[in-house]
Every structure is written in structure tokens, then in C-alpha cells.
Antibody, heavy 122, light 111 residues
Framework: EVQLVESGGGLVQPGRSLRLSCAAS????????MHWVRQAPGEGLEWVST????????DYAGSVKGRFTISRDNAKNSLYLQMNGLRTDDTALYYC???????????????WGQGTMVTVSS | QSALTQSPSASGSPGQSVTISCTGT?????????VSWYQHHPGKAPKLMIY???KRPSGVPDRFSGSKSGNTASLTVSGLQAEDEADYYC???????????FGGGTKLTVL
């Protein structure tokens, strides 16, 4: 079964750090770009970050650039999001997602995890 | 990068068709054919319904179709069914400086 499972969310104080993980199974992880998308409570979806198949190219939304770092370990079929300098407006459900294409890197997100909740509050 | 513009709500009766629009700019929707649409039932993971403007992933009914004209993309749901009631989001590639952008979402109600 094709599956993505996020972990690492929780309650954290403003300014602190958190590292999210996403474990992939059921597909050839190293072949695809991967993404993080978040949804704040009562709000819509927001693209956060993307990494290409081999980790050689990353991109970030302006709201997280310089604070968040995306990475992957293809040997472990895992995606990560290191979040530093967390702010209250980073509070959201964080999803990892797989790109549908082996050739493009922002084509469509065909597999999603169930998400991990990050709450930033003092 | 500003979010793509979607109407907050749309509705239709069972069996009818409804079209949801998504307006961007010449830097995102108008520049690339990497527009995708997602169906999101609360509490569940979003589901890809359309990618590359008008392609359906395996398993998505052909009642769902996508198109684009200029800076506006559209999702049409034909033969509305009760299970189509959900939030729908569009997304577009936006170039190398700020890769992606989502719309604000449209809540589709099946009357």
C-alpha cells in the first residue's frame, strides 16, 4: 500500500525548534519530488516547501524561508522538515505529499499523509 | 506570493454540473500548465483530482474535468453526487523563485 506517515508534531513555545518526519512506503521514494503543505486551523492549504528527487534542489514559501529546512534520506525512505524560530502563525496541520510526476517537480500531489499537528504557543 | 483567488462557495443539486474557478496571474496560472485541483473532506487527507490543467489521476471519475483560459483555471464537476460535497483547492506552479501557490478554497455544497 502506498503510504505517507508524518510524525514529530506537538506543542512548542515561540522561537523554539521542531523537526517533522515523513515515512514513505509502497513506492520508489527516490524517484519523486516531495512536498510539505500546511493548513492552519480554519484556513486553507498553504504550500510550504519542495525538494527534488535527490535533494539537490529545494524551495520554500516566503513565509518560512530562512527558518525551515527540507531534507530527505532516500536510503531511509524519509522526508524531513526542520523548523526553527517557530512563530504562532506556524500553528497548523502539516502534511507531506508525493509528486505525481517522475520528471517534473511541482506537477500535482497524488499521495498525502494524514498530517501532524504543530501548535506554537507560550 | 499571493494566493490564487477562488469563490468561497459553490452549490448545485444532484445530477447538475457546477464549475469552480481559480484566478491567478501571468506569473502562475497564466504562465504554466501545472495547475492542479484537490478535493478535501474535513478530517481526511486532500485528494488530487486534476493535474496539469486537465489530466485525471487513475481512479478519479470522468465527471471531474479541468480547463484553463488565460490566468483562470476551472474545475467542472458533472452529474453532482452527495459525496462530491467537500472543499476544493486549486494550485499552480509559480516559477523558480516561489515554487507553488494554492487558492483559498471553495466549499462545494450539494443541495
Amino acid at each position: 500500500e502506498v503510504q505517507l506517515v508524518e510524525s514529530g508534531g506537538g506543542l512548542v513555545q515561540p522561537g523554539r525548534s521542531l523537526r517533522l518526519s515523513c515515512a514513505a512506503s509502497g513506492f520508489i521514494f527516490k524517484d519523486y519530488a516531495m512536498h510539505w503543505v500546511r493548513q492552519a486551523p480554519g484556513e486553507g492549504l498553504e504550500w510550504v516547501s519542495t525538494i527534488n528527487w535527490n535533494g539537490g534542489r529545494m524551495d520554500y514559501a516566503g513565509s518560512v524561508k530562512g527558518r525551515f529546512t527540507i531534507s530527505r534520506d532516500n536510503a531511509k525512505n524519509s522526508l524531513y522538515l526542520q523548523m526553527n524560530g517557530l512563530r504562532t502563525d506556524d500553528t497548523a496541520l502539516y502534511y507531506c505529499a508525493k509528486d505525481i510526476s517522475k520528471t517534473a517537480w511541482f506537477d500535482g500531489f497524488d499521495i498525502w499523509g494524514q498530517g501532524t499537528m504543530v501548535t506554537v504557543s507560550s | 506570493q499571493s494566493a490564487l483567488t477562488q469563490s468561497p462557495s459553490a452549490s448545485g443539486s444532484p445530477g447538475q454540473s457546477v464549475t469552480i474557478s481559480c484566478t491567478g496571474t501571468s506569473s502562475d496560472v497564466g504562465a504554466y500548465n501545472y495547475v492542479s485541483w484537490y478535493q478535501h473532506h474535513p478530517g481526511k487527507a486532500p485528494k488530487l483530482m486534476i493535474y496539469e490543467v486537465n489530466k485525471r489521476p487513475s481512479g478519479v471519475p470522468d465527471r471531474f474535468s479541468g480547463s484553463k483560459s488565460g490566468n483562470t483555471a476551472s474545475l467542472t464537476v458533472s452529474g453532482l453526487q452527495a459525496e462530491d460535497e467537500a472543499d476544493y483547492y486549486c494550485s499552480s506552479y509559480a516559477g523558480s523563485n516561489n515554487l507553488g501557490v494554492f487558492g483559498g478554497g471553495t466549499k462545494l455544497t450539494v443541495l
